[in-house]
């Protein structure tokens, strides 16, 4: 069997990291840095297999997997994200990923799911966030998608602006 990997993710450092590691596993890797030259590179070659970051500087991750699918149903796509929610996870395996991992991600633990049967559920994280830190993540992304206006974001989450004045002066819960 063919182990063909493009790895697309604007992360330098954790993108070379990654790539040595799989192809220490077996992989022929390529890897690409933003949207542009990765779409030329999956219209030209045919890969097996597939590492996406959901967030890059010129295009979407899940325009990228939703094009791999479009171009060879049978790519083991991964979707990546620093900033992972159920909306973008749903959008995700519906455009073709086999699975959907937050970062930070283990190496080991992008291998397993990019190689397992479609038939096996990954085992549960081993630290899960508690569902504080789950809440505070999520008021944290929204806050950011904002631009940091906090009367802003106080509408969008349905909370009264003082409320999440404190909830932002706060440290992060525990995971």
Known sequence: MNKELIIIDDDLPFRNR???SMEKRGFRVEIFGDAKKSKERIKEKLFDYAIVDMRLENGSGLELVK?????NPNTRSLLL???GNIATAVAAIKFGAVDYITKPAEIDQIYESLISSKDNLPSPPLNPMTADRVKWEHIQ???VQCKRNVSETARKLRMHRRTLQRILNKRAPKE
Do not use: A, D, E, W
Request: no cysteine; net charge positive.
């Open 18 to 20: 990654l790539s040595k």
């Open 67 to 71: 094009l791999i699918k479009k171009i």
């Open 81 to 83: 994200t620093g900033y």
């Open 141 to 143: 992304r929204v806050f």
